[in-house]
């Protein structure tokens, strides 16, 4: 079954189910068996005279044959009909998966669909590099709003196979079909609250998901560097700021955390074992145009265009709340530095050969805002007021600040933060009532 599944339905909106592209039989064979022998003889005549109409209307061109032959031609024609619409979709993944430039990477983005994602497929396509993006465009928020980033994509020229990370086979095909050099893996689970009501989807996306496409990267020939997004959460109760790779990330306190801080130690396994190349990326709450509609400054502004009130939470005895917010593009830049600085993997064929790169960077702003002040810069950009309601923290996950210190990073990937909160707001708010105007036009 796997062995037909499509790699993508992509574009023309076909649910991934497993099996949906299996070549029918031949309707007459199913027919064949629920009918009794007389209707099968009455059926055999019928078909007969199909077939003979058939060869009438192509007599010139077609020799005859005998009608069990050309039922079976029949059958054959209708599987390669699947078969060239695999090569078609295979064919896709190979040409967004070429590289302009002769030295550019050739990069599985996961979870291309998703923020981060589609800002950093497109930065790799425009800068040369070739990209194939996959993406299970699940509903855990607006599936549209990731459409609309498959658009995008499309345009810049960036393929997204529509599959989950979790299904090996389909990983497995599309290793068959393009030599990745490199895997930008950003699929994941992402919401510190929502894994309250749903653990499982995070146990499925980061650390089944992780561990199946880190089987895939291993087993592969070569095997691909692998950059994956790991999380600011790590830090969970650490009170030591800045935030240094190498301070404790032994109490997270979410699942979200746990399940992100049970990667690293999964990454570092097939470091190990496999000789894979492996760099974790700390993002700390990354906002921008394109952004997640379940992060905080993206729902603020939708309320405060509604009129709706707005929880801001504060910590005990007033204390601030804050987050080092980090520009999309400022991501970018260092999840483009960390590809172009990774080691080639050192294994093949699943055995090691040597030991390989592992690294872990913070990718922050190191400059935390309290969440009162996003709120403020908001209302000057909007220009509404907001109603707010401040209420205190409750313990579901969230934690009561981030700060990064990022001189690693700085140090060895020459990453350098350059927005602001209040210009980056600026670019989301812009791009925010662009986008849901035209949504609204359109409906
Ligand atoms: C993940 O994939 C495996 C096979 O690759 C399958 O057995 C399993 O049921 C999948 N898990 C989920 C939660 O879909
Ligand atoms: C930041 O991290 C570096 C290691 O990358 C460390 O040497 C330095 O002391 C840290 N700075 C602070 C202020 O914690």
Excluded at 1 to 8: A, E, F, R, V, Y
Excluded at 44 to 67: C, E, G, H, Y
Excluded at 239 to 252: A, M
Aim: proline share 5%; aromatic share 10%.
């Amino acid at each position: 079954m796997s062995q037909l599944k499509p790699i993508i339905s992509h574009l023309d909106n076909i649910p991934s189910t497993p099996g949906k592209f299996k070549p029918e039989k031949s309707p007459y064979i199913h027919r064949l068996r629920i009918h009794s022998i007389s209707k099968l003889t009455l059926f055999s005549f019928f078909f007969l005279a199909v077939i003979l109409s058939i060869f009438l209307f192509s007599a010139p061109s077609t020799p005859s044959r005998p009608a069990e032959s050309a039922a079976a031609a029949l059958a054959r024609r209708s599987l390669s009909n699947a078969e060239m619409d695999d090569h078609e979709r295979e064919r896709k993944v190979r040409s967004s998966a070429c590289a302009r430039s002769r030295r550019g990477h050739t990069v599985l983005v996961t979870g291309a669909a998703g923020f981060v994602g589609t800002h950093v497929s497109i930065a790799l396509k425009r800068r040369g590099d070739g990209v194939v993006g996959l993406d299970n465009f699940n509903d855990y928020y607006d599936p549209a709003l990731k459409r609309a980033r498959q658009k995008l994509l499309n345009q810049a020229g960036v393929f997204v196979v529509e599959g989950d990370i979790n299904d090996s086979a389909l990983l497995k095909k599309l290793f068959d079909a393009v030599a990745f050099t490199h895997v930008m893996h950003l699929a994941a689970q992402a919401g510190v609250r929502y894994a309250m009501q749903n653990p499982s989807s995070y146990v499925h996306s980061n650390i089944g998901g992780l561990v199946s496409v880190l089987e895939v990267c291993k087993s592969a020939n070569p095997q691909p560097a692998i950059v994956w997004a790991s999380s600011s959460s790590v830090y969970g109760l650490n009170s030591k700021v800045p935030f240094s790779e190498k301070d404790r990330t032994d109490r997270p306190a979410s699942l979200y955390a746990a399940t992100k801080k049970a990667g690293e130690g999964i990454a570092h396994t097939y470091n190990h074992i496999y000789g894979l190349s492996i760099t974790g990326l700390r993002f700390f709450t990354v906002y921008g145009p394109w952004g997640r509609p379940d992060m905080a400054y993206f729902f603020f502004t939708k309320d405060i265009l509604k009129g709706k009130p707005i929880t801001v939470f504060e910590a005990p005895d007033h204390g601030t709340v804050a987050r080092d917010f980090t520009y999309i593009d400022d991501i970018v830049a260092g999840c483009l530095a960390a590809l172009d600085t990774a080691k080639k993997s050192t294994g093949s064929g699943g055995k090691k050969k040597g030991a390989a790169q592992f690294r872990i960077y913070n990718l922050g702003n190191t400059s935390p805002v309290p969440v009162s002040r996003l709120v403020s810069i908001l209302e000057k950009l909007l220009k509404v007021k907001a109603n707010r309601k401040v209420l205190p923290m409750p313990r579901n996950g969230d934690v009561q600040f981030t700060h990064a210190n990022i001189s690693l990073a700085q140090k060895e990937l020459g990453y350098k933060p350059t927005t602001d909160l209040e210009t980056g707001l600026k670019k989301f708010t812009r791009w925010y009532l662009s986008y849901y105007k035209k949504k609204k036009s359109a409906w």
